[in-house]
């Protein structure tokens, strides 16, 4: 029998970690299984075994708008505009792209408010309390920076949601916020 090369035995070796790290990492996809529970707790203690979960367990399926309007006078409102917290991708998206992180930055923002609502909507906190959190305050600044009406405005904004694909559903309110001088 041959003796083994040094190199040989190191890429044999090299390959079966990378295999059996393969094999556990498809069965780990499979969260309901003794086998994958089994790896994941007792077996994976550093966490290097991923678990894929692209558009799962929750997939995306509601699109929020921001919109906002401003109040002229007592009696007399703007129309109400929408301010764009997604983007629309082009072919040269993927090379020169400068408002992705702040449409990303935003879009984030919102979700995370509309999660904040049902704790705020409950007896013990208040919406009004909503207004000195922080996706709040940063959604009021992002819509102050568009253009104002006037010099001395109030400007409100409102959350609203859609959902499927092709927008079946009529939008629905989410927030709707107090008029804020800007």
Not at 12 to 27: C, G, K, M, N, S
Not at 67 to 83: A, C, G, N, P, V
Not at 136 to 141: E, S
Request: aromatic share 14%; net charge negative; hydrophobic share 45%.
């Amino acid at each position: 029998m041959a003796k083994l090369d040094a190199t040989v035995v190191y890429e044999i070796i090299v390959t079966v970690f990378l295999a059996f790290w393969f094999l556990i990492t498809i069965i780990c996809q499979f969260r309901n299984n003794t086998l994958s529970n089994f790896f994941k707790h007792k077996v994976d203690v550093f966490g290097l075994i991923p678990l894929w979960t692209f558009f799962a367990p929750h997939p995306g399926k509601r699109d929020y708008h921001l919109l906002y309007r401003d109040k002229i006078t007592e009696d007399d409102y703007s129309e109400w505009q929408e301010m764009d917290i997604t983007e629309e991708r082009t072919f040269w998206s993927w090379l020169w792209n400068p408002e992705k992180r702040d449409k990303k930055i935003l879009s984030d923002v919102v979700q995370s408010l509309v999660t904040m609502i049902p704790a705020y909507r409950k007896e013990e906190l208040s919406l009004n309390l909503l207004m000195f959190s922080m996706p709040y305050i940063i959604v009021l600044h992002a819509v102050s920076q568009r253009k104002k009406q006037s010099e001395d405005v109030y400007r409100q904004f409102m959350l609203a949601e859609t959902s499927g694909y092709r927008k079946e559903t009529d939008p629905s309110l989410v927030l709707l916020s107090t008029f804020h001088q800007i």
